[in-house]
T-cell receptor, first 115, second 112 residues
């Protein structure tokens, strides 16, 4: 089974802090994604990556950056956390080829609270 | 840009009732369609998917969905819900590459 793990289930940070959210997948997937999930808004794509050192902006990249130094790891960085970044953050990965790459596998999520 | 609408935000049903959750998308070309489910405290997981062929697709746990191209719809159905189906359900659409666009979700509450 595909396994996507996220470094923390719950995280509390102060406004202005730099925050790192880590995601690791164990199935050699090329594609990795970061979403935020908010009530009434569903999942919104922040950033995604098709390969190591490659990244592309999603629908809501402002205030975030990402890093993909190794194929299995995709990090989301909040350079200066703000209260409006309080949310559930979900990481996902998908295989590299054909239509199978459209099915995404999700991690358990990190609930981030910024105070 | 692609958009996905789920008009039912919160649905409450009694056990054994039938379920239909609506999903409409905006893109007029070839799309790939998904329903994901998030049970309380669990990660998001795939319920079913449509790529091509028979527009009626069956997924896990007795769920099915019907793709109606003329209506831009991909509604999720289950003939008889169980208490364990209590969860949040998300419709998602992909028109290109690996990106998915998700709807806002429908929270289903099944009462005993």
């Amino acid at each position: 089974d595909v396994k996507v793990t996220q470094s923390s289930r719950y995280l509390v940070k102060r406004t202005g802090e730099k925050v790192f959210l880590e995601c690791v997948q164990d199935m050699d997937h090329e594609n990795m994604f970061w979403y935020r999930q908010d009530p009434g808004l569903g999942l919104r794509l922040i950033y995604f990556s098709y390969d190591v050192k490659m990244k592309e902006k999603g629908d809501i990249p402002e205030g975030y950056s990402v890093s993909r130094e190794k194929k299995e790891r995709f990090s989301l960085i909040l350079e200066s956390a703000s209260t409006n970044q309080t949310s559930m953050y979900l990481c996902a990965s998908s295989p590299p080829s054909g239509r199978a790459n459209l099915e995404q596998y999700f991690g358990p999520g990190t609930r981030l609270t910024v105070t | 840009a692609q958009s996905v609408s789920q008009h039912n935000h919160h649905v409450i049903l009694s056990e054994a009732a039938s379920l239909e959750l609506g999903c409409n998308y905006s893109y007029g070309g070839t799309v790939n369609l998904f329903w994901y489910v998030q049970y309380p405290g669990q990660h998001l997981q795939l319920l079913l998917k449509y790529f091509s062929g028979d527009p009626l697709v069956k997924g896990i746990k007795g769920f099915e969905a019907e793709f109606i191209k003329s209506k831009f719809s991909f509604n999720l159905r289950k003939p008889s819900v169980q208490w364990s189906d209590t969860a949040e359900y998300f419709c998602a659409v992909s028109e290109a590459a690996s990106k998915l666009t998700f709807g806002t979700g429908t929270r289903l509450q099944v009462t005993l």
